[in-house]
């Protein structure tokens, strides 16, 4: 479908060829004058020369290459002919084609293929509002000098307590234009269809911000009434926004600039709500960007990262498979496609833990508006999906053990975080939400006053666990540690990090299979020199003598280690690294072919992959389907696309790798476990429904476990309309018929499928015996209310956030008093014959 945009391009090329005609340099030059920003690349032998071309303009794009993309104002553009680059000036992405405007007249015929002028959109902003009093709130978060207005949609049912916070933003360069339309349109969609599912689940459960426009001056350079002619920069200062912010990993004013009046107004916004995810939209190319942008170092939530990212990419190629497929196909790390520093997504990340994403969502900046509608098409459902992944994870409140007052604490999950991925509980709820990848975890509650608590979580992809916390005040002591590597190969060292609670005097460590076995340092280092799975435990002591322990059954796991090299190899339990092992890059020109075959019969070789990072388009890693280069080649890697994890499918049960590096540049290599899994076994589903017995307006957990295949498993549920997705292994299901019959097809990478059931049904209340059907009113109330039902029962009043508010048994009538503020509040009732939830609206 590249075709298809491309084709509409040059149809809007013909209509206006006089903005689009093949200019001079000599006339680009005229033009970017004119306009005050110049747009033009420039080449570079080494990726690294991107960091010195930095401080003369502002670079919007790598071809991974030799050719950098900037833009500079007309002094810096100066500075730079005077440093002796020799730039190829481009006509200003806002100057190429025509854009179609809209003047605010006839909104019910808008389409939205069409460009706001800037009173039309801050209009239609305010008319959100105005419309919808109940769910949506219009935040000024300033003025300009211009009279321009940065503005934010806040969005939910009118109940934020408890919730997470979700940030969409876009257009921070003025002159990348989709995403502002599209979060436009995400608004007026989530406020006019409020009986979607999808818009349901969002509105109920996030607190969601949107902000599309958040360089109005740059997007209006030219005049309030066209986006012809638009800015990446500010319009007052010259300045990138996105270089402009605080930076974890460079300081306060990076740029060596003040923080100018859009930074600050998002600076504090930031500060005054909690976000938990959000992502900002840009344009110039087509992917998913993720942390960091300003160092190599791996976010310590790299791999859920990549699922989010990923998720989103395969969502909109699902749409058009050449959409959404640049660099990695389709995602990058940040760092790993340019370094910059200063910009927005690195400082949510790393001074607000908020896990924020840059998504560039059209190849061109400014997009024909008659092609606005298709980029909505394409990314509407990994809009929903990437918001719906802030309700993934583990979620709690935390408590004070003795009154029940919400408190604010750090929740840190051990041997995992580090300074900018843990989360906080926030007042007045004392709600966390902490999405991470599918595993194992020792999360950690702590709070000043209080005794910290550990507490064992296991969660998979797209579930959430709740976990409600409760912490006694006092002082007490914690054990809790990490280590560098826990996958280690033999003779490899291993430093441990203590991470324990309270004023700690003495460290006791022993290591099963290690050397030293013991150590009394704080952070002692480790080598392993036989192969098996260890323990480590840590004692610790505090100044009165206290102690406590804490071991990791299994937690180092040692196996014989393969560099990169020619040759064959038979294990079914490895590690295999590049060439430089476990800490060292590989080399240059390098040129390996290496093979693991299986040492039990029958098996199948899989290769894991962890880690891995290559000079993108330079250095490649091939694997093959067999004992040889000459077998079917299953992929090609560089960069960051790490292979994951690949199985042999081949008589022999082996897999070949090559490896190709050139001069010049190395990069860590990689990090790979080869295990054995058994022959392939035909595919075998449960398919269950918790619960498959719901009241009317409640959801049902679906879950489909699968086993046997190649383990790349592809769901497709039906009926799709009444679940979150249908296209994962565990849909939450809304139906609304009596009885739903929820077919699944699990396909796996090999191409086989099987199919499953599961019918969840509508408790029909009529259908109970007399006088069953409980029976609660006045609703609203201003405070006492009546339950009548027959029989005996027991029923539970709960707030949004789940936190019980009174409780009792009754029988027959019960007239209840409840003294409670404003608000909703969920009854539950507990007969003989079933469970029903009640929403009890409490008035003034
Ligand atoms: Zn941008």
Redesign the pocket.
């Known amino acids: 479908m590249k075709t298809l945009r491309s084709f509409i391009l040059s149809l809007a090329v013909i209509a206006c060829g006089s903005l689009f005609a093949q200019e001079s340099q000599k006339d680009l030059e005229r033009i970017s004058k004119n306009h005050g920003e110049y747009y033009f690349t420039l080449n570079v032998q080494q990726p690294s020369e991107i960091q010195t071309i930095s401080q003369f303009c502002s670079v919007?794009n790598f071809d991974g290459k030799t050719k950098v993309t900037c833009y500079a104002g007309l002094e810096q553009y100066q500075n730079l002919l005077r440093q002796g680059y020799q730039p190829t000036l481009m006509m200003p992405p806002s100057l190429q084609v025509k854009a179609e405007m809209w003047d605010g007249n006839d909104r019910a015929n808008y389409d939205w293929d069409a460009y706001p002028t800037y009173e039309a959109y801050e209009a239609m902003m305010y008319q959100f509002g105005t419309d919808h009093p109940d769910k949506c709130e219009i935040l000024t978060l300033g003025t300009l000098e211009s009279g321009r207005k940065i503005l934010v949609a806040r969005l939910n049912n009118g109940e934020t307590e408890g919730k997470p916070k979700f940030l969409y933003t876009s257009t921070?360069?003025g002159d990348?234009t989709t995403g502002w339309i599209m979060m436009l349109r995400l608004i007026d969609y989530l406020l006019e269809n409020p009986n979607e599912p999808e818009v349901q689940n969002v509105m109920d459960n996030i607190d969601l911000f949107i902000g599309p426009l958040a360089n109005p001056d740059g997007t209006y350079h030219a005049g309030n009434n066209n986006v012809n002619g638009a800015w990446?920069y500010n319009h007052t200062n010259y300045m990138d926004l996105?270089r402009n912010y605080a930076d974890p990993h460079g300081g306060p004013h990076p740029d060596g600039n003040e923080y100018q009046l859009e930074t600050l107004w998002f600076m504090q916004l930031a500060e005054d709500y909690d976000f938990v995810m959000g992502a900002n939209y840009?344009?110039?190319s087509e992917v998913v960007n993720y942390p960091w942008d300003n160092t190599h170092t791996l976010h310590a939530d790299d791999d859920w990262y990549r699922l989010v990212s990923r998720e989103y990419a395969d969502l909109c190629q699902q749409h058009d498979s050449n959409y959404m497929d640049d660099l990695n196909n389709g995602i990058t790390n940040g760092a790993d496609w340019y370094m910059i520093g200063g910009g927005r997504q690195d400082y949510m990340n790393g001074y607000h833990q908020c896990r924020e994403v840059?998504i560039?969502c059209s190849g061109n900046?400014l997009v024909p508006a008659n092609t606005l509608p298709m980029y909505w098409d394409y990314n509407k459902e990994a809009i929903f999906a990437f918001m719906n992944q802030c309700l993934y994870g583990v979620h709690g409140v935390v408590t004070d053990s003795l009154t029940g007052q919400p408190i604010e604490a750090t929740i840190t999950v051990s041997g995992h975080d580090d300074q900018y991925s843990f989360v906080s509980s926030h007042l007045p709820a004392g709600d966390f939400h902490r999405p991470i990848k599918g595993g194992s975890y020792s999360f950690i509650f702590s709070a000043e006053g209080y005794c910290p608590k550990m507490i064992d979580v296991t969660v998979a992809d797209y579930e959430t666990v709740n976990l409600n916390v409760q912490l006694v005040p006092g002082s007490c002591i914690l054990a809790s540690f990490g280590a560098s590597a826990t996958q280690v190969a033999m003779g490899q060292g291993v430093s441990f990090t203590d991470e324990s609670f309270g004023d700690i005097v003495a460290w006791n460590w022993s290591f099963e299979g290690g050397t030293p076995a013991n150590s009394n340092q704080q952070n002692p280092t480790v080598t392993y020199n036989e192969v098996g799975d260890f323990d480590v435990t840590l004692t610790i002591t505090d100044a009165n003598g206290d102690s406590q322990t804490l071991t990791k059954e299994n937690y180092i796991h040692v196996r014989e280690a393969y560099n990169m090299q020619n040759g064959t190899v038979e294990t079914c339990n490895a590690l295999f690294y590049d060439a430089g092992g476990p800490s060292n890059n590989y080399g240059n020109n390098q040129n390996y072919t290496m093979t693991f075959k299986p040492d039990t019969e029958g098996s199948m070789i899989r290769a894991t992959f962890s880690e891995f990072s290559t000079e993108a388009n330079f250095d490649y890693l091939y694997i093959y389907d067999g004992s040889s280069a000459n077998a079917t080649l299953i992929g090609q890697y560089d960069g960051s696309d790490s292979p994951g994890e690949v199985t042999a499918t081949n008589e022999e049960g082996a897999l070949t790798f090559r490896f190709t590096s050139d001069q010049g540049v190395t990069a860590f290599g990689w990090v790979a476990t080869v295990s054995c899994v058994g022959d392939y076994e035909p595919l075998m589903l449960e398919v269950t429904a918790e619960p498959e017995l719901i009241n009317e307006g409640e959801t049902s957990q679906l879950n489909v476990t699968v086993t046997g295949g190649d383990g790349n498993y592809t769901y497709t549920w039906e009926p799709a309309e009444t679940l979150s997705n249908p296209n994962i292994a565990n849909p939450v299901a809304t139906p609304t018929e009596p009885e739903t019959i929820y077919k699944v097809v699990v396909t796996d990478g090999q191409g086989s499928s099987e199919s499953g059931e599961v019918t969840v049904s509508i408790r029909d209340w009529s259908l109970q015996e007399d006088g069953f059907l409980p029976h609660v009113y006045p609703n609203p109330t201003k405070g006492n209310f009546t339950i009548d039902m027959r029989g005996a029962y027991s029923y539970t009043l709960c707030n949004g956030v789940g936190q019980q508010l009174l409780s009792g048994k009754a029988e027959g009538k019960a007239n209840i008093e409840a003294l409670l503020a404003p608000g909703v509040y969920f009854l539950q009732i507990i007969g003989e014959d079933g469970i029903k939830t009640e929403k009890l609206v409490i008035e003034k």
């Open positions: 919007d921070i360069h990348e990446r996105n840009h344009g110039g840059t560039e900046k």
